[in-house]
C-alpha cells in the first residue's frame, strides 16, 4: 500500500481525496497539514478517514513515514514546502505549476535526482486519451495559430 500526506485543504485536495477514495484503493492517506484552517483539515480527516492532522510541515515531514508528499498549498508555496521536504528525504507530487520560476525548478529537480527521489507535476491531461487524440488531429487542421482552452 502506498501512503501520502497532504499539504493543503484546498478544493482540489477535496477532489483529490474523493478520486483516491473511489479509483485508488491502494492509495492510503495518513496525514494532512492545515495551514490556516484547521478546522477543514479535521473536517477532511473525518470524512476520508486521515488519522493525522499537522498544524507544523516540519512535524508532518518528520513524524511521518509516508510514500510521497502530496503539496497542494498556494502556488508560491510549492517551492519552499517542496524544498524542505526533498531534504527531509521525501517524494513529491506537487500540484501545477510546480514552482513560479524556472530557477527554482532546476533546482528541485537536481535535488531529486542527487537524493535518488521522485518529483511529479500533479499533470494529469497528458495521460488522458482525448488529450492524445487532440496531440494526433492538430496535424490534419494545419497551421495552429491561436488555442484557447479552459483547464477546470
Known sequence: MT????????KIVAEVLLMLRQEQPAIRVDAILAHSNLERASQLADTYGIPHVYTDYGQLLHATDSDFIYIANVNDQHYPYALLALHAGRNLIIEKPVCLHPAELDDLVR???????F???AMTFRHMP???AFCNDVPKIGRV?????NFT
Do not use: C, D
Open 3 to 10: 501512503t501520502i500526506s497532504i499539504v493543503g485543504t484546498g
Open 119 to 121: 518529483l511529479f507535476e
Open 145 to 149: 495559430r491561436l488555442v484557447e482552452a
Open 111 to 117: 535535488i531529486a535526482r542527487t537524493k535518488e527521489l
Open 130 to 132: 482525448n488529450y492524445r
